[in-house]
């Protein structure tokens, strides 16, 4: 049965909110040195010894301790002889409540080899397991207490973490620190909105209103406007988050010969682009993800900007034009042995016009620095122009440092941050609960009026972590997960 303390209405059809003992891959099953096959739920030690050769020490081990032996085919197994050998594995032994879902638990280490993973599955099913169902580990995880839901979502965030910042983000919420800080705030809270109760309960007389504090007849006032303030700092550092998680689009542009594939080809750290002396020699843009400063980019090299007579050529430069509309960076390449034309002027213009409706940030990028020195700020047409040589490295580190700073992503001490859309939406519409009961009290409105808005401001963040959920979004979140986990 699901806790009805933390959803408050019971899952439909046989998925997530019942104990039967599930199985999964943990692993992808492929050739590859092992398989991991992941097993939980009431009875998995029983079942499971029914196919393991050694089916007393499995039903008999202590919780962490691994067993060797071999899967063995049951009755039921169709194609197989009772007792015939599929593989030779290692079984680690999890008992409740100290595994990863608080249930009795099993990882099965198989030899690698998708007939050998099928088959060991194929036993299990036999056996009495039903296959998990997407994310049901975390699950039941989450319904057993053992994690918060912001520590499930991190739970999907760490696998799927494209680089060593985003890695480290995902830990930091999965070892607890969203969640510390959203309870934090909301100890806040409930503390203004128990006193505003209180009011509500007896008169101003029989209690008094500190004018001082209480301005606005808002008991804890200024603690509201702190968890306003902390609520906010939570808001901003989705920018920061979505971009470690999602990765940008980071388009190479520039006139032809500028060395846009050169540059490609530098930051990637090999040859994807092919460079030549001839101008428009990329016909076509190219891309690669890479790493930069701990964010992931998706860079694209594209073809010349100019007008030309050659058709194939020219779809390219339309083709470009269009990624450009898409970017959200832009690195401008001038070719140094040119100078800056007014091409390069016009095409720098027309990207970070604040009239558009959407000015890119743009980094102007002097090439050739090696055999063409960068003129001195003062004498250039360009403002903060970047100079690098794509053919010696120089100036590459400046470049990957002013491409993080541009977007936002800047490496910061590491604090609390939210890490999902739903946390997202969640911080703000408690912020702007929040934001209308300060509002009301700053009229001095009845405290009837601004006690549910606090209350709904509570409920919102206890949302964020699982304390108020239902059913449907349960199964919405963990549906997203992958099998296994």
């Known amino acids: 049965m699901i806790e009805q303390s933390r959803v408050d209405q019971p899952l439909v059809g046989a998925s997530y ?7 999964a891959f943990a692993s992808v099953p492929g050739r ?3 398989t991991l096959i992941r097993c939980s739920g009431a009875g998995t030690l029983e079942l499971a010894a029914g196919v393991f050769s050694a089916r007393e020490k499995l039903l008999q081990a202590q919780g962490n301790t691994v067993l060797h032996g071999w899967i063995v085919a ?12 599929i593989d030779e594995v290692l079984v680690s032994v999890f008992r409740a409540p100290k595994s990863y879902t608080s249930e009795d638990s099993l990882d099965i280490s198989c030899h690698g080899g998708t007939a050998t993973g099928n088959g060991v599955m194929a036993a299990l099913r036999a056996a009495g397991f039903r296959d998990a169902l997407p994310g049901e580990f975390t699950f039941r995880a989450f319904m057993n207490g053992k994690l918060d839901l912001t520590r499930c979502e991190s739970v999907m965030e ?8 985003g890695r480290r983000n995902a830990v930091s919420r999965l070892s607890g620190l969203l969640e510390s800080e959203i309870n934090a705030i909301k100890k806040k809270l409930v503390e203004v909105l128990a006193g505003a109760e209180i009011f ?3 008169s101003e007389d029989e209690i008094g209103i500190d004018a001082e504090e209480d301005a606005g007849r808002l008991p804890g006032r200024r603690l509201a406007e702190e968890a306003l303030a902390r609520l906010h700092r939570l808001i901003e550092s989705w920018k920061r988050e979505r971009i470690y998680q999602e990765g940008i689009l980071a388009v190479i542009a520039g006139r032809p010969n500028a060395g846009k594939s050169s540059l490609f080809n ?3 750290r090999e040859d994807r682009s092919i460079v030549t002396e001839v101008p428009g020699t990329t016909r076509d843009w190219i891309e690669a993800w890479v790493s930069i400063e701990g964010i992931p980019v998706r860079l694209v090299d594209t073809a010349g900007l100019r007008d030309s007579q050659d058709p194939v050529e020219a779809i390219g430069v339309e083709r470009s034009r269009t990624l450009l ?4 960076l832009v690195l401008y390449l001038i070719n140094g042995t040119e100078g800056i ?7 720098i213009d027309e990207i970070t016009d604040r009239q558009n409706s959407r000015p890119l940030p743009c980094i102007p990028i002097w090439n050739k620095t090696d055999i063409a020195p960068m003129p001195p700020p003062q004498q250039s047409a360009v403002t903060n122009l970047l100079g690098i040589s794509t053919k010696t490295g120089t100036g590459v580190s400046e470049l990957t440092a002013s491409i993080a700073t541009a977007i936002g992503g800047a490496t910061e001490p590491a604090q609390a941050a939210i890490g999902t859309v739903r946390q997202k939406n969640l911080v703000e519409a408690a912020a702007a609960s929040l934001e209308d009961a300060l509002s009301l009290a700053e009229r001095e409105e009845p405290l009837d009026l601004i006690a549910p808005l606090l209350r709904e401001a509570v409920n919102l963040l206890g949302e964020i972590t699982g304390e108020v959920s239902t059913a449907d979004i349960l199964e919405e979140m963990f549906g997203k997960f992958c099998v296994g986990k």
């Open 74 to 85: 049951p009755d039921s197994l169709e194609g197989n002889p009772k007792g015939d050998k």
């Open 325 to 328: 509309e898409n970017a959200e």
């Open 266 to 268: 530098l930051l990637l």
């Open 32 to 34: 590859s040195a092992l």
């Open 200 to 202: 509500l309960d007896y």
């Open 17 to 23: 909110g019942d104990a039967c003992p599930i199985a």
């Open 158 to 165: 760490l696998v799927s973490a494209k680089t060593e910042m």
């Open 341 to 347: 034309t007014g091409e390069d002027l016009a095409f």
